[in-house]
């Protein structure tokens, strides 16, 4: 069997002596994308900064394409291939949209299907071509969105990690932003997609992880929950 694009595997991780993670295990197939769900404070975010590197967990492993990259630093771990659209977009305000692309770059690693530069995040988001001068800081909610994964999109990743790209959108953004991730899904890019909408999620997510209180719930294709097995209020408090 293919190395999944990410997995974590029996992750135990802390802030302080908060034991937030607790024996959290999910994996990420190769041109998949993998809904993560959950409550506020259920643990998403903080699977995020695990497994770029930013919180190094207590227990556990973190893969890249089979390669542990847990215990390396995030740098070492970017350059492996993993970006992340971090929650909150955290864009650089007073730079101009064109700076915040560049600063961004890096070239492709070996095995990027899709080589990104800024002419190619321009065509894809025409928005930020009309306004590359622009201080970001002065941009739309949506276009700040756009910008944070056009950003992640010109370090050339492998893998992309998106912490709710939906969040504080119209529904009209939303729906762009959405079919933004369809199309780099097609383009062969695993994405790992945290997200408060669960419609959202189950339009795109091959397979699904809900976490609670910072342990996986449940772990299963969207198919299968789609079709009803499995009691999603219980876990979420939706619907
Ligand atoms: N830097 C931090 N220091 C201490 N505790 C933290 C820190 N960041 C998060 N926490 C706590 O860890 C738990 C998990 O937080 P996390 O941000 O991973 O949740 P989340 O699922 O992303 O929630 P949300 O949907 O609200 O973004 C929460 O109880 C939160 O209060
Ligand atoms: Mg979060």
């Known amino acids: ?42 643990g998403k975010t903080t699977c995020m900064n695990v497994a770029v590197g930013l919180l190094p ?7 890249l394409f089979g390669e542990k990259v847990s215990g390396r630093p995030p740098e070492a771990i970017a350059m492996r291939g993993l970006a992340l659209v971090p929650q909150g977009r955290r864009i650089f305000r007073s730079l101009s949209v064109r ?76 729906a762009e932003v959405m079919s933004t991730i369809r199309r780099l899904k097609e383009q062969g890019l695993s994405i790992l997609l945290v997200e408060q909408n669960v419609k959202l999620v189950f339009d795109l997510a091959d397979d699904i992880v809900i976490l609670n209180s910072g342990r996986v719930v449940v772990s299963n294709t969207a198919g299968e929950l789609r079709a009803g097995r499995i009691d999603l209020h219980q876990h979420l408090g939706v619907f």
């Not at 967990?57 to 893969?63: D, E, L, M, N, Q």
């Open 1 to 42: 069997m293919a190395d999944d694009a990410l997995s974590l595997a029996g992750i135990d991780a802390f802030y302080g002596d908060s034991h937030v993670l607790q024996g959290v295990s999910l994996s990420l197939a190769e041109g998949h994308v993998l809904g993560l769900l959950g409550r506020n404070g259920a």
């Open 57 to 63: 967990p207590r227990a556990g492993r973190v893969s």
């Open 99 to 174: 700076e915040n692309l560049t600063v961004a770059a890096r070239k492709p690693v070996a095995g990027a299907r899709h080589p990104w530069t800024l002419d190619a995040v321009f065509a894809a988001f025409p928005r930020l071509a009309e306004r590359q001068r622009q201080t970001a800081g002065y941009l739309s909610g949506g276009e700040q969105q756009m910008l944070a994964i056009g950003r992640a999109l010109m370090s050339n990743p492998r893998v992309l990690l998106m912490d709710e790209p939906s969040e504080g959108l119209a529904p009209q953004i939303v």
